[in-house]
């Protein structure tokens, strides 16, 4: 396709469990980006990626958290023991190289978490 | 670290002008604007690099004075379309690398 994609759209889990969201950047972006948003609230960082590795995991709020793209295209965010506190949309950027260049982030539509 | 936005909320009629401005605790590299529909993405509006920079898109613009450490993005004659929330986001200095942080938003309403 020609944005991002992310999958799955929603996700119903119940607390404890371990959760996967995936996405798909645009061909071509080595940038990618995980950020979480919660209602009425702006997106907050989380990880992001410059080819394979994790330039910068500062965002992440605990080790419960992780991310991966281990071929510098799709990547995954894997969530352990999951709480009702992780409940948000979990969005996905990607560019085509870091912010400081092209600067522009395409989103994908999110993936809603919902941890009952 | 999060850049604060004011104010939180407007509402305008068609036509007006709207002002919404972004400020930062800390130097800034650039300043970016994105605007989100309710449901949607975000979306990219303009990125803002140069101490100074202005930047235009159709009746958006917006202005970075790197000194003050502040953004402002200018919306004129507003249209129906521009309802929406709108953040700004910023890289800091010596943080290059990419890391962009958002603000809480400001949310704009636009009545016919």
């Known amino acids: 396709g020609a944005g991002v994609s992310q999958t799955p759209s929603n996700k119903v889990t119940e607390k404890g469990k371990y959760v996967e969201l995936r996405c798909d950047p645009i061909?071509?972006?080595?940038?990618l980006y995980w950020y979480r948003q919660s209602l009425g609230q702006g997106p907050e960082f989380l990880i992001y990626?410059?080819?394979?590795?994790?330039?910068?995991d500062s965002g992440l709020p605990n080790d419960r958290f992780f991310a991966v793209r281990p071929e510098g295209s799709v990547s995954t965010l894997k969530i352990q023991r999951t709480e009702r506190g992780d409940s948000a949309v979990y969005l996905c950027?990607?560019?085509?190289?870091?912010?400081?260049?092209?600067?522009?982030?395409?989103f994908g539509e999110g993936s809603r978490l919902t941890v009952l | 670290q999060q850049p604060v936005q004011s104010p939180q909320a407007v509402i305008l009629r068609e036509g007006e002008d709207a002002v919404i401005n972004c400020s930062s605790s800390?130097?800034?590299?650039?300043v970016h604007w994105y605007r989100q529909k309710h449901g949607e993405a975000p979306v990219f509006l303009m990125i803002?690099?140069?101490?100074?920079e202005q930047k235009g898109h159709e009746k958006i613009s917006a202005s970075f004075n790197e000194k003050k450490q502040q953004s402002s993005l200018y919306l004129t004659a507003s249209q129906l379309s521009y309802s929406g929330t709108y953040f700004c986001?910023?890289?800091?200095?010596?943080?290059?690398?990419?890391?962009?942080?958002f603000g809480q938003g400001t949310e704009l309403s636009v009545k016919p």
């Open positions: 986001g910023t890289v800091h200095r010596g943080n290059q690398g990419g890391k962009l942080i």
């Open positions: 950027a990607s560019s085509l190289w870091a912010t400081t260049n092209t600067g522009e982030l395409f």
């Open positions: 803002l690099l140069k101490g100074g």
């Open positions: 800390k130097a800034l590299y650039s």
């Open positions: 990626f410059q080819g394979t590795g994790a330039a910068d």
């Open positions: 061909s071509g972006h080595t940038a």
